[in-house]
């Protein structure tokens, strides 16, 4: 499932963002020159973040860049970034932010079985051990696909 929603469009590795700001839209930026969505997407996570404080920072070092389907989801999508150096997001708990998984889905449930699909990567050290060492898109979406069992 997880497997399905990347590919190698989609990814983007040792990212240079000055800001938490800059980080999500560079993100996010493959999913709207993709067409899975629209600026307006990219605009209410950045609006989200600003007046919700860092929502999408999920787990230490990761953020989970999305809004709603309405706010211009096109297609399903996650994407996978990876930072130069981490951005602070204001996440006491989780910051340094160096990981970076836009995610589109077009509906509020449909996405559901790959982000569980998700957590299980985040939760295993070797993924993030596979990202680090990953010097092209193809080595990162053969790295999920493989520890998703989607291989």
């Known amino acids: 499932m997880l497997a399905d929603l990347l590919d190698e469009g989609l990814v983007r590795l040792g990212v240079a963002a000055s800001d938490w700001e800059e980080a999500v839209r560079l993100s996010v930026r493959p999913l709207v020159d993709a067409e899975m969505v629209t600026e307006s997407y990219v605009e209410d996570i950045v609006r989200g973040v600003k007046a919700l404080g860092p929502y999408v920072v999920i787990a230490p070092h990761v953020a989970l860049p999305h809004a709603r389907p309405e706010c211009g989801a096109l297609g399903n999508a ?3 970034v990876t930072l130069e150096e981490p951005v602070a997001f204001g996440s006491e708990e989780n910051d340094p932010v160096r990981y970076l998984f836009p995610l589109s889905a077009t509906d509020n449930d449909g996405h559901l079985g790959a982000l569980q ?3 299980e990567l985040l939760r295993n050290p ?7 060492g990953a010097s092209t898109p193809v080595e990162v979406v053969e790295a999920v696909r493989s520890m ?3 291989a």
Do not use: S
């Open 78 to 80: 996650l994407g996978v």
């Open 117 to 119: 699909e998700l957590v």
């Open 126 to 132: 070797g993924f993030f051990e596979r990202l680090d």
């Open 148 to 150: 998703t069992g989607a």
